[in-house]
T-cell receptor, first 113, second 113 residues
Framework: EAGVAQSPRYKIIEKRQSVAFWCNPI?????LYWYQQILGQGPKLLIQ????????DSQLPKDRFSAERLKGVDSTLKIQPAKLEDSAVYLC???????????FGPGTRLLVL | DAKTTQPPSMDCAEGRAANLPCNHS???????VYWYRQIHSQGPQYIIH???NNETNEMASLIITEDRKSSTLILPHATLRDTAVYYC??????????????FGTGTRLQVTL
């Protein structure tokens, strides 16, 4: 069974630029999560989707971050404009449904200069 | 905030059992104990979870005390590839926002020759 796929794996941008990350969850998983992991810390949930609807975006900095999951499968996370403090690893995870075990992708490492 | 307490680091000799403790003294009756690990530059990997009974799978064993206030993850024969940060997380059974994963800083396990 294929795992969670993410791209790109690495991205370097300058501050005030925009960037987008893509995630393809495990086939059949209805719930999708985006986490941010700053160096030396554990992952922090940014947003959770159930199919194509948002169920929790309380930790998402909505002035610059946006995410969508239009067809209930793939998802994109966008940052516009990026700040230096957005340098982190962005992890995507999926689960069969809410409350089930989450499985993580390899992450996208973002460096903002 | 994470609801668990773990030692920041531990060492283990290759081939020996690694016993990773976790304190979760405020755990509620509807909360599971989950363990994930994160190998350098990878996404978190699910290991095991349990409610009140001891659990075992191909990766590890989870021992939960009778009062459920602490648990121990056991890797029976640690190898160099088990070097990682291990996260202990308590998580509600329900499907609301309380079911999200809240990561702390984990235990950095170093397996040595």
């Amino acid at each position: 069974e294929a795992g969670v796929a993410q791209s790109p794996r690495y991205k370097i941008i300058e501050k005030r630029q925009s960037v987008a990350f893509w995630c393809n969850p495990i086939s059949g998983h209805a719930t999708l999560y985006w986490y941010q992991q700053i160096l030396g810390q554990g992952p922090k949930l940014l947003i959770q989707f159930q199919n194509n609807g948002v169920v929790d975006d309380s930790q998402l900095p909505k002035d610059r971050f946006s995410a969508e999951r239009l067809k209930g499968v793939d998802s994109t996370l966008k940052i516009q404009p990026a700040k230096l403090e957005d340098s982190a690893v962005y992890l995507c995870a999926s689960s069969l449904s809410r409350g089930e075990t989450q499985y993580f992708g390899p992450g996208t490492r973002l460096l903002v200069l | 905030d994470a609801k668990t307490t773990q030692p920041p680091s531990m060492d283990c000799a290759e081939g020996r059992a690694a016993n990773l403790p976790c304190n979760h003294s405020t755990i509620s009756g509807n909360e599971y104990v989950y363990w994930y690990r994160q190998i350098h530059s990878q996404g978190p990997q699910y290991i095991i979870h349990g409610l009140k009974n001891n659990e075992t799978n191909e990766m590890a064993s989870l021992i939960i005390t009778e009062d459920r206030k602490s648990s121990t993850l056991i890797l029976p024969h640690a190898t160099l590839r088990d070097t990682a940060v291990y996260y202990c997380i308590v998580r509600a059974l329900n499907t609301g926002t309380a079911s999200k994963l809240t990561f702390g800083t984990g235990t950095r396990l170093q397996v040595t020759l």
